[in-house]
């Protein structure tokens, strides 16, 4: 058994827990479908857009056949990614029509990621998809991200939120977000930060590595457990190797690059690593 972690300090009225609000199993493991470039994106090559989205369905397709709880879909080959402010409607309606898409083919829960912290365009589609969540990269206070300084969209997302009445759309929130430089909250510690994360409402914590594919430590979730209530889950870089020391402290998982074919996140998901991943889930959970 792990070492027992101090109790988070109680900072608002105890919240359902949204993990086992939208997941049947324990410890659910959603996986992410990484869509190709969208219109609008500088890699974008004008190909027709039913590609980028029979290669989302294909991926779905496979992440659900073995076994994935969820699946979030994210643009996330829309580099360099814009500022929250300058993401544009064909972004939106790229994003939109990619869930519709993996919907149909699907019947897992869904989440939306748009990159860089696009935290009101994803509600927008969340809203008009039926999706149950998004992710917000930098929910409160702020970072040095590759974009520049980017600010916690919390307190304007949460009124976007209620104003298309999508209040039932949770918020997962990573906390100490891998890709940026936190100088800015330095002087305040990750449980810190994951209380201050909890005080604006999220539904979710996120702890991750530093890069996409990075593994997350131990240490940071613990870190991050300690300053909430909240369910906390793994953001990055989990393996089936990882699983059984990672799954004794966090409650879910978010897996992208690898589940892809050679553990590359632009390949397609590769249904004998999605099987050993969920293998070693299935083995955690008892």
Known sequence: MPPSLPSAPRVLPPKANALTELFPKPKPVIGVIHLKPLPGAPRYDGSPVRDIYEAAVIDARTLSAGGIDGIIVENASDLPFSRPDDIGPETVAGLTAACLAVRGAVDLPIGITCVANGVIPALAVAKAVG??????????????????????????????????????????????????????TADRTVSEQATDAEWFDADVLIASGTRTGSPTQPKEIEEVKAGTNLPVIVGSGLSAEQVPSLFAIAEGAIVGQWLKKDGVWWNPVDPKRVEALMKAVAAART
């Open 131 to 184: 999706a149950s969540w998004v992710r917000a990269n930098q929910w409160v206070n702020a970072y040095v991200a590759n974009e520049g300084l980017l600010d916690g969209p919390a307190p304007r997302a949460m009124r976007y939120r209620a104003a298309i009445g999508a209040q039932s759309v949770r918020i997962f929130a990573d906390v100490h977000v891998k890709f940026g430089a936190h100088a800015i």
